[in-house]
Every structure is written in C-alpha cells, then in structure tokens.
C-alpha cells in the first residue's frame, strides 16, 4: 500500500497538483494538501499549462508562471524567436478520430516539436516539484518516490488513444506503469464535492450532494478551459454512485470566449490584427492575453459596469496601415459604435458587448443540456453540480441558474480545484463509481465457415481446408450505452496459431458507432487499437487454447490472456497510437 496518493490535474489552461497522506485522508477527507504558484501579482493553487523549451528542442528551461515571464523578458529583447513556447495544447489531444504516438505540435511562434515530449516535460515538472515538496516535509525521514501512487486526470470524452497518450507521456516522466492511474475529471470532481457540506458551496444555494439521498441522479457539468464534461450519476450509497449515460460534451470551454475576444479585435481593426500582433510583437501579444484572462473572471452579468481592457499599442499602427484611420474612428464607423469605446490605452466594452463573448459557448453547453434532460433516464435529474476553472465565471453561472431554475445548481467555492483534489480521493477509493456506460460499440474482427444461415453481407472469402471462410466480421464485446461494472469481463471464443512456429497471436479492436454493424468495414465502425501476446509453439497441436478476457468498466481497457492448459495468465497491452 503506498503511502501517499497525488494527483496532477493536468488542464488545458491551468494545472498543479495535490497529495494526502494515508493517515491524513482516513482521518479527514478534506485534508488535501496542494501548491500555492507565485504569480506576479497573486498566489494561484494553479499554475498556467505553459512550457517553455530552449532552442535545443530538448530542454525544458521552465513552467507555468516562471515560463510566461521569461518568454515575455525575451519576447522585449527580441530573442524569443528560436525559443519553443507551447500554452493550451491539451486540445490536441481532443480528437474523435484518435491520436499519433508521432504527433508533432506547433508553439505559438509557429515550430514544432514531437508533442509526446512536450506533454512529457509539463507532467515531469509538476511530478518533481511535488516530489521536492513532499521530501522537503518529511525532512530526517526516509521517503522514496515509489511511496506515492499517482493520479492524472483526463477529460471523460477522450477516447482510448488520448488516454494512452497522457499515459505514455507520464511514464516517460517516471511515473511507474504500476503506480499509476488515471481519473475521469468529472468523476473525480463528483466524488470530492459528495463530501462537502452546504456551507462549501457559493451563492445561495441550500442542497450538497452530502445531504442527498440514495436514488438521486444529478449531472455533473465539468467546464475547463478547452472542453466540457457532461457526465450524469446516481447515488448508490454513501461511497458509491453510478453513471447512468455516457460521458458528452464538446470543445467549449474557457478558451472560446478568448477566441471570441480576438475576432472581436480582428472585426475592429481588420482581419488577421491579432496575428500580426503575434508575429510583431509577443510581448504585447502575452500581455493582452494575460490581461483579458484576469478581465474575463471579473465579468458580472447583473452589472452595468464596462470592461476595460489595457490595449497594445501597436494595434493604432494597425488601424493606420490597414484602414488608414484612427483606431477611435474605427470603433466609431463600426458597428459596435456606441457598444466599443477607446479611452487612451484602453478598450472599454460594455455589459451588452462583454457578455456577448461568452454567447456561442454558454449556448451550446445549455442546448446540450437541454437535449441531455430529455432523455428518460436522466429526466427525473435533481440538480446539476458546476465544477473546473470555467465554472467559476459568473456568467455561466448566471446562465446555468437561468435555464434549469427548475434544478438545484450546485457549485463549491473552489470549483477550479475539485477536479484536483478529487483524484486525490479517487485514488484512495477507485471503486467510488460502481458502474459506467459504455461510449461505443466495442468489438472485435472475427472469422467463421460460411453458412447457408450467415446474415451479413457479402465480405472477404478465404478457401480454407474446412470449407470458405467469411472474415472480416465484427464480433460485439460491448454495446453502446450498456452498464458496465467495474468488473466486466467478457471472454472470447478461444483462438489459436494458424501455422506451425508461430510464437505470438495478434487482435485488433474496433469501435462502432453503429449499432447495426456487421462487418469492420461497415460504416462507423474503425480500428481503435491492436494487440498481441506469446504463444508457445509447443503447443501447437493442442489446438484453440488462448482465451482471451477484456475488461470493462475501468476508466481504461484491460486485456488479459488464459493459456488453458497451463492456466498461464498474460496482460496484454492494447496499443490504441498506432
């Protein structure tokens, strides 16, 4: 048993890290220890997902606020260009088609590096920051990095090769197969908020999940800064609830409303004024970007008062060179004249033109809602728990309560860290979700005699010595949207080697999205992963005796293969990269 669980909580815009100690935790849930990361101008118990790589393409110069400001002392001199800055790569890695183990990732200043190596020296980072911290309390004491068992969070709507990913970028950074585990986010922010009383939650509301009863269903609304999880449970007891619909959601989180300030100031000045100011001039590139993260926190929708925001000074050249006009009389023949204004320095937007930057985003997190609701199983839903760094914006919070008035709204004062401190609490009670919905249709490529009775349609035939065979068939594991436990095995027909010698058997697996789905071939059915485990020539003549065991209902797939006469057990890594 370790003697320690942390957790990094790796986001798109902001991540750090938490740990309790065993005694510490059975003792008291919320003792949670986390990181205070001096900024420049506060104290932050994130830090911003920012890497800084020298012009090697190897070594890892900083992080977070320590590598915003140094990019920003070389962007001033000039000297950033040959410089690797990445912020807000995580999206990479938010893609339905799956990911590359050779996936390269562009910085902001347009190069690229291999993003494995990228992701890898943001998790080694934060791994060895909190290993330091940890050694330095336990000073006079032994303690070795193998006493921890670590926890890094992933979105629920990533797909297998997305999780494989951070995975493998994680033991790159040391982090031991064995001694790691990954957490679903909103699974992770459920079960830390079912512990809180009503006093931890903001606003006014008078419900917690602490008090609820069993039989309650409620949603919990995962909101970050790239994406948003939507994942629906049921409580079961006071340890365990179940997921009653798979995980939903979609690219739109925090970073939207950014995109829609910077259309903004493109619609204004003319389009593609933010790349060049990017390309002229980082420093005040970084600078506005900085400072509308701090403005976008602060917008109230019950306020009239206007958002001011520092503006680069370059962007009056802009208006010259592009419209031959001053910025003032830009804003004024636009049609935001009245809305926008230009005061020295400053933007001034007003509540109409501020909150309308929050519109595309706040619009399709409710219709998704709204659509979730319908379902049945989910109707009778009680209330909707906001968590992530995103739902701690007033406005979505404004939104939220407007739409489902009808349902209790549910938002703990550290909202941006329940993720964080949840994986701590999913790392010592990992069985804290009984059951989870299956997002696909999982199977396998099979291969059977032709018969008068096959249904499928015509496929490729092989001669074979015991007649024709029909390949290239799909064999269902698991249906989409089927209850798993977190135990499910599903075994399959034994298989064997085809030729003499053979020393291992390869599988592929498939995903469907059809439910219909006969044949690999069939649309919306892909190959997600492959597989492979020994098998031992000796036993050639022993016929079909590899069974083999997929497991389901864990936040990843577990293959494990039986030799049936020896009773051998193998663990078979699926490799969803490719």
């Not at 005061?343 to 219709?367: H, Q, V």
């Amino acid at each position: 048993m370790s003697l320690l669980v942390a957790s990094i909580d790796f986001g798109t815009t902001f991540s750090g890290w938490a740990y309790s100690f065993k005694h510490e935790y059975h003792n008291n849930k919320d003792n949670i220890h986390t990181k205070n990361w001096p900024a420049s101008s506060h104290i932050s118990q994130k830090a911003p997902t920012v890497v800084l790589i020298k012009p090697d393409g190897k070594t890892l110069q900083s992080f977070g606020y320590e590598a915003e400001s140094k990019y920003a002392e070389l962007a001033e001199t000039g000297d950033h260009k040959d410089w690797y800055y990445f912020r807000r790569f995580k999206m990479l890695l938010f893609d339905e088609k799956g990911v590359q183990r050779n996936v390269t990732i562009e910085e902001v200043g347009g190069k690229k590096l291999n993003a494995i190596d990228v992701f890898y020296h943001a998790i080694k980072y934060i791994k060895d920051d909190l290993v330091q911290t940890i050694k330095q309390q336990l000073t006079g004491e032994e303690f070795q990095e193998t006493d921890i068992a670590w926890v890094i969070t992933v979105p629920a709507i990533w797909n297998d090769a997305a999780k494989q990913f951070m995975r493998t970028a994680a033991e790159k950074a040391g982090i031991g197969k064995g001694k790691l585990t990954l957490a679903l986010e909103p699974e992770a922010a459920s079960l830390y908020c079912r512990h809180l009383p009503v006093n931890k939650n903001v606003g006014h509301s008078d419900a917690s999940l602490y008090s609820f009863p069993e039989g309650t269903k409620y949603m919990v609304l995962d909101a970050g800064g790239g994406t948003v999880d939507i994942t629906v449970h049921e409580i079961v007891s006071e340890n365990t609830v179940r997921e009653l619909h798979k995980a939903s959601g979609g690219a739109w989180g925090g970073i939207k409303v950014d995109e829609e300030f910077e259309k903004l100031i493109d619609e204004l000045i003319g389009p593609g004024s933010v790349d060049d100011l990017k390309r002229e001039s980082m420093e005040e590139y970084l600078d506005l970007t900085q400072e509308f993260e701090i403005k976008k926190r602060e917008i109230d929708p019950t306020s009239e008062k206007q958002v001011s925001i520092r503006m680069p000074s370059l962007f009056r050249h802009f208006a010259m060179i592009k419209k031959r006009k001053t910025l003032a009389e830009l804003v004024t023949e636009s049609k935001y004249s009245g809305k926008v204004g230009v005061t020295r320095d400053k933007f001034r937007l007003d509540k109409d033109i501020s909150l309308s930057l929050f519109g595309s985003t706040t619009e399709s997190i409710i219709d998704h809602i709204q659509n979730l609701l319908e379902i049945p199983i989910i109707s009778d839903c009680s209330a909707i728990l906001m968590v992530g760094g995103f739902s701690e914006s007033r406005v979505l919070q404004h939104r939220i309560k407007n739409a489902f008035s009808q349902l209790h709204i549910i938002i703990p004062q550290d909202a941006g860290l329940a993720v964080m401190k949840g994986a701590v609490s999913f790392g010592f009670n990992p069985l804290f979700i009984g059951e989870r919905i299956a997002k696909y249709t999982y199977g396998k490529q099979d291969t059977h005699l032709q018969t008068e009775k096959c249904s499928h349609a015509p496929t490729d035939l092989r001669t074979h010595s015991d007649g024709i065979m029909c390949r290239k068939l799909f064999e269902v594991l698991v249906e989409e949207g089927s209850s798993l436990k977190i135990d499910t095995v599903v075994e399959t027909k034994p298989s064997a080697p085809i030729k003499r010698g053979q020393t291992s058997i390869s599988k592929k697996i498939y995903a469907s999205t059809n439910p219909n789905a006969k044949l690999v071939t069939d649309q919306g059915c892909r190959k997600i992963g492959k597989m492979s485990f020994p098998v031992d020539p000796h036993l050639f003549d022993r016929g079909h005796i590899y069974t083999t065991c997929y497991k389901f209902g864990g936040t990843e797939i577990e293959v494990r293969v039986r030799n049936d006469v020896t009773g051998e057990l193998y663990t078979s890594t699926v490799d969803f990269l490719g």
